[in-house]
């Protein structure tokens, strides 16, 4: 079993930053996709980003490229998202996840409890 606890959010204001933290414990990184889904007030859960642990590889959705940084310490167990321009549209839970192949809602083995950030204008 896996434990996801995110932290780091808060309330800001547009052209702030934030970074975001996912400590993992109760199994290693090895072959795990990790990242973060983002889910706004009526709306559905989205991919925010997500990295590899072989290959470090990165993606991000279109909305937050060139912003948000996701990155990882494998000595420590944890994930981050570097969060820079906030802006009020990026007002949602931040989910930390984990899964085994494909990083899709679907196919997310584990959550994290999730943690506000809150952009105002």
């Known amino acids: 079993q896996v434990q996801l606890v995110e932290s780091g959010g808060g309330l800001v204001q547009a052209g702030d930053s934030l970074r975001l933290s996912c400590a993992a414990s109760?199994?290693?990184?090895?072959?795990?996709?990790m990242g973060w889904f983002r889910q706004a007030p009526g709306k559905e859960r989205e991919f925010v980003a997500a990295?590899?642990?072989?290959?470090?590889?990165?993606w991000y959705a279109d909305s937050v490229k060139g912003r948000f940084t996701i990155s990882r310490d494998n000595a420590k167990d944890t994930m981050y998202l570097q969060m820079n321009d906030l802006k009020p549209e990026d007002t949602a839970v931040y989910y930390c996840?984990?899964?085994?192949?494909?990083?899709?809602?679907?196919?997310?083995?584990?959550w994290g409890q999730g943690t506000q950030v809150t952009v105002s204008s």
């Open positions: 990295i590899l642990w072989i290959s470090r590889f990165t």
């Open positions: 996840a984990q899964s085994i192949g494909r990083f899709t809602i679907e196919t997310v083995a584990y």
């Open positions: 109760g199994r290693t990184f090895s072959s795990y996709t």
